[in-house]
């Protein structure tokens, strides 16, 4: 029987969100399409099997092709990032941080961390995070001139405050992170390096951004964004010691058994972002990135930082056209235009509310977004911001989104 006879409540909820996700131009920078293999492999028998423990060091048993699964997704891991040693088992991202925390740092450490309102994640230290209340976090910030990391005054920072760690990667952050110079800062400090790259793996994978591996002791991410794959996370290391840490940081100190059926999706995901037709995508990504940056740019609108190096950027909304980035989000909404409410750097408005959008050409290049689609895109976007309170004027626009997304 299907699940459309068995639970047609949740057959119907799903197809709902099959129809949103065919009809709504995805901006936001963090989702993207998984491929038909990466579903089929989430959605296998895998999900039915426990398998506390690592490859052949097991609490259950029947583990054999949990075995085989497990170590081929470390293989195709380490492979694609030119790294020594994976952990492929972390649920999210989130735990991946969690994780790489209590593997290297002793609870209360002193921890850098990019600001939230300036791009970092709420793993890098917010007070209402984890990360917050069990270490001391001490935020970097960018340049209020240029809206970049400065680094000269991270470094000046990081000498005075002394922290046991530094760490790098962001959630809307457009430009490219100098791993070498922070790693730099950090052999400075004597202090450990970590990078979260979740939002740039794909872009790592495939070349287009310094590989954080060369540089820092730990380095974490997801494998839902630019990587293409299921949600979940991954930890990665070239040092045998933090190796086994983090192996026991995951299991038993943070999770249980693995998601199988996940590393099922994360070994796929892993074998076609070595293809060369993933490093296609994502040059294409990128050049569709800047491609709308300049196009909106040339329409009057505000960029942080002026533009952008890799798969998103921030328009300050605000000082573009005198709304809010909550009022953004809900306009683009009405059209069919996906994105989320973001703050910019120094941001005065609240963060329910803030002063931009984030927009990330991940999700709309895998539907085959080229340069015509993105100048469409552009002017889909002005003619809706534009027009905000008239939602009137919205709905027809809307209709042409919808007639436009039925061909991709
Ligand atoms: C830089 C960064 N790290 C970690 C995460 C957390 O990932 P998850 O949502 O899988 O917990 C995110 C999610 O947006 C992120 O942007």
């Given at each position: ?10 057959y ?19 989702e ?63 735990q ?30 917010s ?5 917050g ?14 809206e ?231 002017n ?10 008239d ?18």
């Open positions: 029987m299907s699940l459309k006879e068995k639970d047609l409540e949740i119907q909820i799903i197809e709902n969100e099959r129809i949103r996700q065919k009809y709504n131009i995805e901006l936001i920078a963090s993207n399409y998984a491929s038909e293999e990466v579903r089929e492999a989430q959605g296998s028998i895998f999900t039915n099997k426990y398998a506390e423990g690592y490859p052949h060091k097991r609490y259950y048993g029947g583990c054999e092709n949990a075995d085989a699964l497990e170590e081929l997704a470390i293989n195709r891991c380490c492979k694609l990032f030119n790294v020594k040693y994976a952990n492929v088992q972390a649920h999210s991202g989130s991946a941080n969690m994780a790489a925390y209590r593997a290297i740092i002793p609870y209360g450490a002193k921890v850098m961390g990019m600001a939230l309102d300036q791009g970092g994640h709420l793993t890098h230290g007070k209402v995070s984890f990360s209340k069990d270490y001391e976090f001490m935020p970097y910030y960018v340049s209020k001139e240029t970049e990391i400065d680094y000269d005054a991270l470094e000046a920072q990081a000498l005075e405050f002394k922290p046991a760690l530094i760490v790098a990667g962001a959630s809307a952050y457009s430009r490219k992170i100098d791993f070498k110079r922070i790693k730099d800062i950090c052999d400075k400090v004597g202090c450990l390096f970590m990078v979260d790259m979740a939002h740039i793996a794909g872009l790592v994978a495939a070349g287009l951004h310094q590989n954080p591996c060369d540089y820092a002791d730990i380095v974490t991410s997801t494998t839902h964004k630019t990587l293409r794959g299921p949600r979940g996370g991954i930890i990665l290391t070239n040092n045998e010691e933090i190796a086994k840490k983090v192996n026991k940081a995951i299991f038993p100190a943070c999770q249980g058994g693995p998601l199988l059926h996940v590393i099922a999706a994360k070994a796929v995901c892993f074998k076609e972002a070595m293809s060369d037709e993933f490093k296609e995508y994502q040059k294409q990504l990128v050049k569709n990135c800047a491609y709308l940056c300049d196009l909106l740019k040339n329409k009057g609108y505000v960029i942080v930082s002026g533009g952008t190096d890799n798969h998103l950027f921030t328009i300050n909304v605000k000082k573009s056209l005198g709304i809010t980035g909550d009022v953004a989000e809900k306009t683009l909404d009405k059209v069919g235009i996906t994105c989320n409410k973001n703050t910019v750097p120094y941001d005065t408005e609240k963060p329910g509310i803030t002063s931009g959008i984030r927009v990330g050409t991940a999700a709309v290049t895998t539907r085959g977004f080229k340069e015509k689609e993105i100048e469409l895109l552009a889909f976007m002005d003619d809706a911001l534009r027009h905000y309170d939602d009137a004027y919205l709905e027809k626009l809307h209709e042409e989104e919808k007639r436009f997304m039925e061909k991709y």
